[in-house]
């Protein structure tokens, strides 16, 4: 069991930035995959970004540019920070683990006003 917690989400204005942090229970480097997704209203989850155990990083054409996953190992947390927030960014978003299962966190808002 891997238990995920996001924080960092909040209210920003168009332009402005915000970073999320997910700190997972294990190392993340026992998962193949950490990922950030997000889901915004009467919409499917969507993947944002991803960092493989190697280090290859894959994001979504919506964000390359602006946002950026990181890792630190120390402390088991997973990071997204994002620049140059759109209002279309506004959406909950989702750490999530991919190992022999997959686990969820609960989310944190985001919310981009124009």
């Known amino acids: 069991q891997v238990q995920l917690v996001e924080s960092g989400g909040g209210l920003v204005q168009a332009g402005g930035s915000l970073r999320l942090s997910c700190a997972a229970s294990?190392?993340?480097?026992?998962?193949?995959?950490m990922a950030w997704y997000r889901q915004a209203p009467g919409k499917q989850r969507e993947l944002v970004a991803q960092?493989?155990?190697?280090?290859?990083?894959n994001y979504a054409d919506f964000v390359k540019g602006r946002f950026t996953i990181s890792r630190d190992k120390a402390n088991n947390t997973v990071y997204l920070q994002m620049n140059s927030l759109k209002p279309e960014d506004t959406a909950v978003y989702y750490c999530?683990?991919?190992?022999?299962?997959?686990?969820w966190g609960q989310g944190t808002q985001v919310t981009v006003s124009s």
């Open positions: 999530n683990y991919q190992g022999a299962w997959i686990y």
């Open positions: 294990r190392s993340i480097f026992s998962a193949n995959t």
């Open positions: 960092v493989t155990n190697g280090g290859a990083t």
